[in-house]
């Protein structure tokens, strides 16, 4: 089993800076990419940032500049550092993660239950 666990939400002022984290637990052999997604209310779910095993990242146009995603790969875990928040970054934000596990010879794709992140003054 599986499980990719998120912390760090929550409510912050617009401005404010939260750091999501997200540690992927289980029988893993080994991560390739580690990410964040974020759905609002009413819209798609979308890629927030992406970081890969060698450390090659890419970002969603609306938070260059503002987020930041790191992975400790002895961890399995990924961070998300968000600052200079906005209002219309409130969302759910998912940790998503290709990982291979003891037993499997394939990449499978596995989403955690998410987190709400809440930018409102």
């Known amino acids: 089993q599986v499980q990719l666990v998120e912390s760090g939400g929550g409510l912050v002022q617009p401005g404010g800076s939260l750091r999501l984290s997200c540690e992927a637990s289980?029988?893993?052999?080994?991560?390739?990419?580690m990410g964040w997604y974020r759905q609002a209310p009413g819209k798609q779910r979308e890629l927030v940032a992406r970081v890969f095993r060698g450390g090659s990242t890419n970002y969603a146009d609306s938070v260059k500049g503002r987020f930041t995603i790191s992975r400790d790969n002895a961890k399995n875990t990924a961070y998300l550092q968000m600052s200079s928040l906005k209002p219309e970054d409130t969302a759910v934000y998912y940790c998503?993660?290709?990982?291979?596990?003891?037993?499997?010879?394939?990449?499978?794709?596995?989403w955690g239950q998410g987190t709400q992140v809440t930018v409102s003054s």
């Open positions: 998503n993660a290709d990982l291979i596990t003891i037993g499997s010879s394939r990449w499978i794709n596995y």
């Open positions: 289980g029988s893993i052999i080994s991560i390739n990419g």
